[in-house]
């Protein structure tokens, strides 16, 4: 008696998985616009200045390499001290305007 009903246990639980699989396999493709993504790859054509300038194997002109570095020091530099100047106290004028 156990072994029946392990056997027809197996059998049921065999007959579900396929079932699931079934159901999983039967998947269709959406009908999607005909102009699905075209905002996106206009948007990504308008960003490129010059389409063709992966062929141009020439360097571009700019900075030396040190007058770069010192270019960025000085960049770097600037946010930790801005100006060499401390920032201004905020002050709020409240009342009349003769200063009183």
């Known amino acids: 008696m156990p072994n029946s009903f392990l056997t027809s246990l197996r059998r049921l639980a065999a007959l579900v ?5 079934a159901a999983c396999a039967h998947s269709s493709t959406p009908q999607l616009d005909p102009r699905f993504g075209d905002a996106v790859r206009l948007a990504m054509a308008q960003q490129v200045r010059y389409p063709a300038s992966a062929g ?3 360097p571009a002109d ?3 390499g040190p ?3 010192a270019v960025m020091q000085r960049y770097r530099a ?7 100047q401390a920032p201004q106290p905020v002050q709020f004028m409240l009342g009349g305007g003769n200063g009183k």
């Open 17 to 21: 998985l396929a079932l699931q699989m």
């Open 62 to 64: 700019g900075l030396d």
């Open 56 to 58: 141009n194997r020439q």
């Open 67 to 69: 007058s770069a570095h």
């Open 78 to 84: 600037s946010f930790v001290e801005p100006n060499g």
